[in-house]
């Protein structure tokens, strides 16, 4: 596989982000180069290229896909030890909404609020 400094890469070829700017998406094909970039402390940031030619459109959003993705946001926004909706993600590393998993430990009379 050809690997190319970074920003250095032949025109025809993209990463998965540059093809979801232009509408399109890999559509199967396999990875066609890589780009590196080093890194100081960990080794080489790496992004795989694809052909732009064998590129395919974006699927477009369905009513159902529309539906079956707000359910999914709405399941990640959802505390599940007081069922809240916690109105941001919960953090994986939680578990829990951030009220849920610090509770006051003085109780309400000493919250500042």
Known sequence: MPVYRWHL???GLATRRQ???Q???PGGQDVAAQFE???RRRGPLVAYLYRVDL???VRPMTPARR???QKANRARRTCPSCRRDAGYVIPAALGTCVPCAYPD???PEWSTQ
Do not use: F, Q, T
Request: hydrophobic share 45%.
């Open 9 to 11: 890469a032949p025109d």
């Open 55 to 57: 590129a395919v459109p």
């Open 105 to 107: 430990p003085h109780g």
């Open 19 to 21: 093809l979801r700017a």
């Open 67 to 69: 539906a079956a993705l």
């Open 37 to 39: 970039r080093p890194r």
């Open 23 to 25: 509408g399109l998406r």
